[in-house]
């Protein structure tokens, strides 16, 4: 079974620019999250997307944003790059949204892209 | 203050010790709990799962979870070098609501 895959793995950009960063989840998986990872502040919750509805988002900006096709594929845009948003951006897929068994909680993590804002 | 605490380590330990890995939150809501490994330039597995209070083992590995002091842990037993990675904690209130890390405990085990 293919893994969550992330592309492009590897980005540079300037102050200012906008990049689109795309995630497609483990088939059969229809629950894909985001996350933006840092040494200082950690692993931090951006948004989760099912059934191409955005049902929670975290304490982020507006210049944050993303989106879910049908097949579940998912893409995270940033508007309007800060040299803060350098790091590493991961996306998440499980099953579904909501359940209270392992198999319902766990998510299957991409290997991340890593974005330089110069 | 932050919803989950992780001291970021780092944790260096001989090869054969047992490590001990903690969290503590501050929301009495949180419910699921998880432990994730992350190795370098990989993404975060998970490891163990909890729901509640108790305790849970997996070959060298237990998790405890203890609601009435918003604590919980991971134990290693019997350390490898392959154990060396980043442990992150993991919860969640109620089911369908957003996953909340801790910042990570880097560990090293040496040989």
């Known amino acids: 079974k293919a893994g969550v895959t992330q592309t492009p793995r590897y980005l540079i950009k300037t102050r200012g620019q906008q990049v689109t960063l795309s995630c497609s989840p483990i088939?059969?998986?229809?629950?894909v999250s985001w996350y933006q990872q840092t040494p200082g502040q950690g692993l931090q919750f951006l948004f989760e997307?099912?059934?191409?509805?955005?049902?929670n988002k975290g304490n982020f900006p507006g210049r944050f944003s993303g989106r879910q096709f049908s097949n579940s594929r998912s893409e995270m845009n940033v508007s309007t790059l800060e040299l803060g948003d350098s790091a590493l951006y991961l996306c998440?897929?499980?099953?579904?949204?909501?359940?209270?068994?392992?198999?319902?909680?766990?998510?299957?993590f991409g290997p991340g892209t890593r974005l330089t804002v110069l | 203050q932050k919803e989950v605490e992780q001291d970021p380590g780092p944790l260096s330990v001989p090869e054969g010790a047992i490590v001990s890995l903690n969290c503590t939150y501050s929301?009495?809501?949180?419910?699921?709990f998880m432990w994730y490994r992350q190795y370098s330039r990989k993404g975060p597995e998970l490891l163990m799962y909890?729901?509640?209070?108790g305790n849970k083992e997996d070959g060298r590995f237990t998790a405890q979870v203890d609601k009435s002091s918003k604590y919980i842990s991971l134990f290693i037993r019997d350390s490898q070098p392959s154990d060396s990675a980043t442990y992150l904690c993991?919860?969640?209130?109620?089911?369908?609501?957003?996953?909340?890390f801790g910042k990570g405990t880097t560990l090293s085990v040496s040989s």
């Open positions: 909890t729901y509640s209070s």
């Open positions: 997307y099912f059934s191409e509805t955005q049902r």
């Open positions: 088939s059969g998986h229809r629950s």
């Open positions: 998440a897929s499980s099953l579904r949204i909501g359940g209270g068994t392992k198999k319902d909680n766990e998510q299957f």
């Open positions: 929301n009495s809501a949180f419910q699921y």
């Open positions: 993991a919860m969640r209130h109620q089911a369908g609501t957003a996953l909340i």
